[in-house]
């Protein structure tokens, strides 16, 4: 097979297309000398080759050695110089380039065909000896560092030391004489090193270069960059070997990086940097400080040294004209390299540019409306994940952060507040104005009022669908969860991280987008929803299959489902109900009541507080389905822990503390994920569920009554596993309904079904479904039930599980499409088969998780339900998932 593809001098063996095959720089650079771009003349060995490498034993087959010689007579012929020539020498850059962009991961080697030789005859060709024994000085630095791997340290210590003994400060005071003799100092270091003489042939330099571009693939940092960006080895590496420009011959030669369009905000105007006489490596060492390219950008920054549109006006120009022409010839923003040697501009990379989210919608949107890409295609430049940005304060970029840990990102937006270590004072503090930090080992229910009250959350334990993460995301509050290095010492109220003491009252900061954790306060910027968000999502509604619903229970969370675009509730826990301060001894009474008796006292005064918030949450959600799930709690979260509650559920009740203890001892449960929760609950106790079923019905007929936009209750039984256990449940809610209906003289249509959360529910889907008019797949427990591990201890291994590729992501997070999707897949399957057309959604986090949501578009799934915030990436990812 063919391994080397030529470009430039009006030859392109390749293409943009060809990005596999040539890595992305090398396809682009065919690209741009196609188009007539002005790209200075090499060829790419493929990255086809990189593996027959591998397989030869890191060796180069004659095959190759032929079309290598060929590709540098390419190179010779458009440039008129030739590869190892004393009197005009050709020098070449070699420079690797993968599929995917590895940013400075793998390796690079300018300069190279210099040696004794030819140094002189750059020096000759070119009138300036300081520049050509520089550039010598420059390659056997680089070429000792990344191809005979010395010790790069003795070099840097050899040109400090030259610089000093002549009493200059900067590189380029150093002299002709004085590189030269730097030259000889370096030589003698790689033969000290490497026991032999510096290559002074070329095409052994050039060898070298290729076998340690190659090489570096599979390096240590390259292995590890692989791994995290889910890159495969096989796909390998090509190679660049493209002829030298040089951007530092001298005040009409610069280099610099530019994007077409801000990568910051999006604005339609060239954004980038250049220094003159310099090379690339230049910029990037920082070590002068580069320039603006406009005037525009240096007048806005009130800058003083001259941008390139002042200082070099003609190849601006010509440069602002190949920024326009590679846009409309990419259709996206681009990000590009250029070198200017004499007046001569020479483009040397073009790629899409990287970008924050608010230049990403307005990018995509800006691009639409100016006709260079359809609607659909800029619904699918913007990453749904990165709305999240938009959508929460952030940490303002500039600020200084003392981190003092990372946990996981359990619920994104940044906060700061002072250190809180309880609830009640949480609460305290808020009402008296102050910005507070809720920090707890993990949370409880009791902690709902602290939560709320809390401008974050931190908590030492817990996983992504902890108590914490899942109630913080459903506020839309900033929750750092499952940070495993913090110490917590409650009653003293402190906490201990990396060897220092943060106590009550201290200020701290967490950003729960990225998990950090930092001490004192951080400025945060707000969010501000431009005109391009609402655009972007109302071209997503119209190309999207699958409904968003939300996971939503108080009428403020209903409220900002709606307002950003739920299609209903998907998922209305109603337990998080009963966390309110005021109702939690009514529910504790009812859990420890010894009898139905003793349950329905308790049950009597939790059922008008029920009726008002469906009320409540079905005059928001007017006319759209909202799924109400039965009482699914795990009991030891609701379970009195402390005297003081003990004594007023006993006095609530009329009973003494001493029975109420034994109770909750006899309650006691060593799993109670695995206990008496959910639906069992309601097969034990069924006056719980009636109670709730008529609450429901009760504000279901009232709200009809008075708006006439009835609403669509969908009763949801939790944790069911047996056809059975559905059956008799829903016999309970039947006959609620019945009761209400005859009561209140009115009926209105409902739905009544069942959460597929357990492997034996969707294994036996098809009877299920023979009772159940909908299945919603509560992913949270079906993937710690599938895959025996508890959601709430996971965070202590599951990272590293993750770092060592076991799970390719956290999969609480995002579905474990191979073993759980089986599951979903199946029960689809089987419930359609035995109900067509039965209503299928999930409501667990992974709802709102991006590729989650791709396999439920796969599946045919008819919505997915999020919390609120999450509502927005949903909708866009939807509509990925559907073009
Ligand atoms: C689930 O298990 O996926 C679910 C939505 O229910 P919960 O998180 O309340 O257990
Ligand atoms: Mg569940």
């Known amino acids: 097979s063919q391994y080397v593809y030529r470009f430039g001098g009006g030859v392109s063996d390749g293409g943009k297309g060809d990005k596999n095959l040539l890595g992305g720089k ?23 080759f990189c593996q027959v490498y591998y397989d030869e034993g890191r060796a180069f087959p004659q095959g190759l050695r032929d079309e290598v010689a060929k590709g540098i007579a390419h190179i010779e012929g458009i440039t008129g110089k030739t590869f190892g020539d004393a009197a005009d020498p050709l020098l070449v850059s070699v420079r690797s380039g993968a ?5 400075g ?165 060239y954004y980038g940097e250049f220094l003159i006489n310099a090379q690339g490596e230049d910029v990037v060492a920082g070590i002068r400080t580069p320039q603006y390219l406009t005037v525009a950008a240096r007048e806005a920054a009130g800058a003083k040294p001259a941008s390139m549109e002042e200082a070099m006006p003609e190849v601006y120009g010509e440069l602002a004209k190949v920024f326009d022409l590679l846009e409309t010839h990419y259709r996206d923003m681009q990000d590009i390299e250029f070198t200017v040697q004499q007046g001569k501009l020479w483009m040397l990379q073009t790629r899409s540019g990287k970008r924050t989210a608010k230049a990403a919608l307005k990018i995509a949107v800006d691009m639409a409306e100016e006709g260079l890409i359809t609607r659909e295609e800029a619904v699918s430049r913007v990453e749904p994940q990165a709305l999240d940005q938009l959508l929460h304060p952030t940490l303002d970029p ?46 409880s229910p009791e902690d709902i009022h602290g939560m709320h009250a809390a401008k974050g959350i931190l908590t030492a334990r817990g996983g992504m669908t902890s108590h914490a993460a899942v109630v913080a995301r459903g506020m839309g509050r900033p929750c750092v969860s499952g940070a495993g290095s913090i110490a917590i010492d409650a009653k003293a109220g402190v906490m201990r991280v990396a060897g220092r003491e943060i106590r009550a009252g201290h200020i701290v900061t967490i950003d729960g987008t990225t998990g950090e954790v930092m001490a004192g306060a951080v400025p945060t910027v707000q969010p501000e929803l431009s005109g391009d968000f609402g655009t972007l999502m109302t071209w997503a509604d119209g190309v999207r299959r699958l409904k968003v ?199 209105i249509e409902y739905l009544v079904g069942t959460m597929i959360e357990l492997p034996r529910a969707a294994l036996m889907a098809g009877e299920i479904a023979e009772i159940g008019e909908f299945f919603s797949f509560g992913t949270n427990d079906l993937t710690q039930t599938t895959l025996g591990v508890s959601r709430d201890d996971a965070a202590r291994f599951l990272t590293t599980y993750v770092e060592r590729g076991i799970y390719a992501k956290d999969p609480f997070v995002s579905l474990d499409v191979e073993g759980v ?34 396999f439920c578009e796969a599946t045919g799934l008819d919505y997915v339900s999020a919390s609120p915030y999450r509502v927005p990436i949903a909708r866009l990812a939807a509509a990925q998932a559907a073009l």
Request: one cysteine or more; proline letters at 5%; hydrophobic letters at 45%.
């Open 821 to 854: 999707g089986q599951l979903i897949e199946l029960a689809a399957e089987r419930g359609r088969a035995s109900r067509p057309g039965i209503k299928l959604g999930i409501c667990g986090e992974h709802g709102g998780d991006p590729a989650s949501i791709a």
């Open 26 to 48: 090398g396809a682009n650079l065919a690209e741009m000398a196609s188009i007539g771009l002005p790209v200075p003349p090499g060829f790419t060995i493929s990255t086809e």
């Open 105 to 269: 991961m793998m390796d690079t080697v300018l300069n190279l065909g210099l040696n004794d030789e030819t140094v002189k005859g750059l020096a000759e060709t070119s009138g300036d000896a300081r520049f050509a024994w520089d550039s010598y000085r420059r390659f056997i630095q680089m070429y000792s560092d990344v191809v005979l791997e010395l010790d790069h340290g003795a070099f840097e210590e050899a040109l400090e030391i030259a610089k000093e003994d002549r009493g200059y400060y900067l590189d380029t005071e150093l002299t002709a004489d004085d590189l030269q003799a730097l030259v000889a100092e370096y030589k003698a270091l790689v033969e000290k090193q490497w026991d032999k003489p510096f290559p002074q042939d070329v095409h052994d330099q050039l060898w070298g270069a290729v076998g340690a571009v190659f090489g570096s693939w599979q390096s240590e940092r390259a292995k590890v960059y692989r791994r995290l960006n889910d890159i495969p080895a096989a796909w390998g590496t090509a190679v660049n070997v493209q002829a030298m420009v040089f951007g530092n011959m001298g005040d009409t030669s610069a280099t610099g990086v530019a994007f077409t369009r801000d990568p910051a905000k999006g604005d339609r105007a």
């Open 99 to 103: 599929r995917a962009s590895m940013p």
């Open 398 to 443: 500039k600020a200084i952060r003392d981190v003092l840990t990372k946990g996981l990102p359990a619920s994104p937006g940044a906060a700061s507040g002072m250190a809180v270590f309880d609830s009640d004072t949480a609460e305290k503090r808020a009402a008296a104005g102050e910005s507070v930090i809720l920090i707890r080992t993990e949370t």
């Open 549 to 747: 619903r939300a996971n939503a229970e108080t009428p403020l969370d209903a409220k900002v489902a709606r307002e950003f675009g739920a299609e209903g509730i998907g998922l209305c826990r109603t337990e998080h109900m009963f966390f309110d301060a005021a109702r939690i001894t009514a529910v504790r009474q009812m859990i420890l009541a010894e009898d139905e008796a003793g349950r329905r006292v308790a049950l009597d005064r939790l059922l008008p507080e029920q009726r008002a918030d469906f009320i409540q949450l079905f005059e928001v959600m007017a006319g759209l389905p909202v799924t109400i799930r039965l009482l699914d709690p795990p009991l030891h979260e609701f379970l009195p822990h402390e005297e003081a509650e003990f004594a007023e559920v006993a006095k609530a009740a009329g009973v003494d503390v001493d029975v109420l203890k034994r109770r909750a001892a006899e309650l006691h449960e060593f799993n109670p994920m695995l206990g008496h929760r959910g639906c069992r609950l309601g097969v034990t106790y069924p006056e719980i569920y009636e109670m709730q079923a008529r609450a429901i019905f009760e504000a279901a007929v009232e709200v009809a009554a008075k708006s006439g936009d009835a609403p669509i209750p969908e009763v949801m039984i939790p944790l069911v596993g047996t056809r059975r256990e559905l059956e008799l449940m829903k016999q309970v809610v039947d006959k609620a309904a019945q009761a209400v209906f005859a009561d209140m003289g009115r009926t």
